[in-house]
């Protein structure tokens, strides 16, 4: 079984990626899109979105990164995929999944579900533009308005060259609305001869061995589940492995907290470095009862160092550098 950290735009950037990969078993994750349109980006475009490319790919706990490319046209995307894999791209996943409104009317994410021939097409030139070695993986949803092309999606883009495929079992229209369709992943493993990960609506350890019941797979892909959880895949891990686990309090959770601040005071500046913070709160009062109370506290903070002083932080400790 592996365990994926899903990419999620505006998310899980590089600070939530290396705080939740120090939790444990996470096998990889994925960098937010990066949208290619009509010509090859600069290093810098890669570096901003994937900085762990300086350090071997890895988050700081050794998790690899993977990147993933968002487009419609082949060669271009070829060529970016080329470009990503000599800035140390240790693996090249597309996006066929996203259901922003502005994303697919630009032709992109999950409007391409309606084109099986250009899924193969993409997926054929980044095959061929990449080394053999690296892998080209491809995350998609079960269609845009319905599930009939699912199958064709699914044949096009193994037949392409995708090493892998992550099933978001929703449609685009479906959006993230419960339930998930994990049957639908069972349908698309049945017809491919290459891994199949099942992702959507596993919030629980509960939610996996439903999800593993009903979709037949071993891999997963963990979105939001492990951004309000931050140790399900720890939790689930263990029970695959008939092991059991405490499951992390919020006192466990509080210097998961802290680093993710330091972090953010670190690289953004001091009007959006708040606002990642409270969302990261919000969505854990899912499961933290704590979280609640503390979300009330700070949701109209706007002060860093306010904020320092409301996570136990001392803004003059030694190695705390804040952004300006």
Known sequence: MQIALAPMEGLVDDILRDVLTTVGCVDWCVTEFIRISDRLLPPSSFHRLAPELEQGAVTRAGTQLRVQLLGSDPICLADNAALACSLGAPAIDLNFGCPAKTVNKSRGGAILLKEPDLLHSIVREVRKA??????????????????????????????????????????????????AHWEWVAK?????????????????????????????????????????????????????????????????????????????????????????????????????????????????????????????????????????
């Open 130 to 179: 990449v080394p053999e070695h690296i892998p080209v993986t491809a995350k998609m949803r079960l269609g845009f308005d319905s599930k009939d092309d699912a199958i064709d999606c699914a044949r096009a883009l193994v037949d392409g060259g995708a090493a892998h495929l992550v099933v978001h079992a929703r449609t685009k229209v479906e959006g993230y609305k419960p339930p």
């Open 188 to 324: 698309v493993q049945d017809v491919v001869n290459v891994p199949v990960f099942a992702n959507g609506d596993i919030w629980s350890l509960e939610d996996w061995k439903r999800c593993r019941e009903v979709s037949g797979v071993e891999d997963i892909m963990l979105g939001r589940g492990l951004v309000c959880r931050p140790d399900l895949a720890r939790q689930i891990a263990a029970a695959k492995a008939g092991e059991l686990v405490e499951p992390m309090s919020w006192e466990d959770l509080q210097p998961l907290l802290a680093e993710f601040w330091v972090q953010a005071r670190r690289k953004m500046s001091p009007r959006y470095a708040p606002g990642r913070l409270k969302q990261w709160i919000s969505l854990l009062t899912r499961n933290y009862p704590q979280a609640v109370t503390m979300f009330a506290e700070l949701r109209r903070e706007s002060d860093c160092e306010r904020l320092d002083s409301l996570l136990g932080l001392d803004a003059q400790q030694p190695g705390f550098k804040a952004a300006v």
